[in-house]
């Protein structure tokens, strides 16, 4: 089945450490998303990519970074500069930038102790 | 700014329609409307989108207003499974799905 995996579901680290996420497809979309979504709220748009080797900030990309070395894959690294990085984290891909069809991963919860 | 208005909550009982509004008043002409879903924990999940016509899917069914300025999400038979945030969305004018603005939403609870 085609879809989106993000990895890993729950995820705890100490203040201060860098932590990646990960998020594969197999959907062969070329723009793939990255939002964070904190308690009760919507969600924020931090990354995205529209093609290989390609990628542009979002609304609050402050203290993350990512990459695009492959179609299927966007890490992200939530460095110890992002202040506040406890949150519900969400990969998305599309066809091609400009379809709002997204479609979703499952998310990664990060806490930070 | 916030392109689309829609009520913090809303309850249906299980079987029956859910029909979910969504005010967009300042949509312009070329600018559709999307509607996500989220349940609990999970990603949101695409429903349903349209510009001027009525639609429907599996899922649900969309209907637009003439004047584009509102329109409603039915879900013809609700179930427990379709408690969830409901997302309206009005793509943009500029741009992509990067644009695409996913605010609070409206959380549908579906009950016995």
């Known amino acids: 089945d085609g879809g989106i995996t993000q990895s890993p579901k729950y995820l705890f680290r100490k203040e201060g450490q860098n932590v990646t996420l990960s998020c594969e497809q197999n959907?062969?979309?070329?723009?793939m998303y990255w939002y964070r979504q904190d308690p009760g709220q919507g969600l924020r748009l931090i990354y995205y990519?529209?093609?290989?080797?390609?990628?542009q900030k979002g609304d609050i990309a402050e203290g993350y970074s990512v990459s695009r070395e492959k179609k299927e894959s966007f890490p992200l690294t939530v460095t110890s500069a992002q202040k506040n990085p406890t949150a519900f984290y969400l990969c998305a891909s599309s066809i091609r930038q400009g379809r709002g069809e997204l479609f979703f991963g499952e998310g990664s919860r990060l806490t930070v102790l | 700014d916030a392109k689309t208005t829609q009520p913090p909550s809303m309850d249906c009982a299980e079987g029956r329609a859910a029909n979910l509004p969504c005010n967009h008043s300042?949509?312009?002409?070329?600018?559709?409307v999307y509607w996500y879903r989220q349940i609990h924990s999970q990603g949101p999940q695409y429903i349903i989108h349209g510009l001027k016509n009525n639609e429907t899917n599996e899922m649900a069914s969309l209907i637009i207003t003439e004047d584009r300025k509102s329109s409603t999400l039915i879900l013809p038979h609700a179930t427990l499974r379709d408690t969830a945030v409901y997302y309206c969305?009005?793509?943009?004018?500029?741009?992509?799905?990067?644009?695409?603005?996913f605010g609070k939403g409206m959380k549908l609870t579906v009950n016995p």
């Open positions: 300042t949509i312009s002409g070329n600018e559709y």
């Open positions: 969305i009005v793509s943009p004018t500029q741009g992509g799905s990067e644009k695409l603005v």
């Open positions: 990519s529209q093609i290989v080797n390609d990628f």
């Open positions: 959907l062969n979309h070329d723009a």
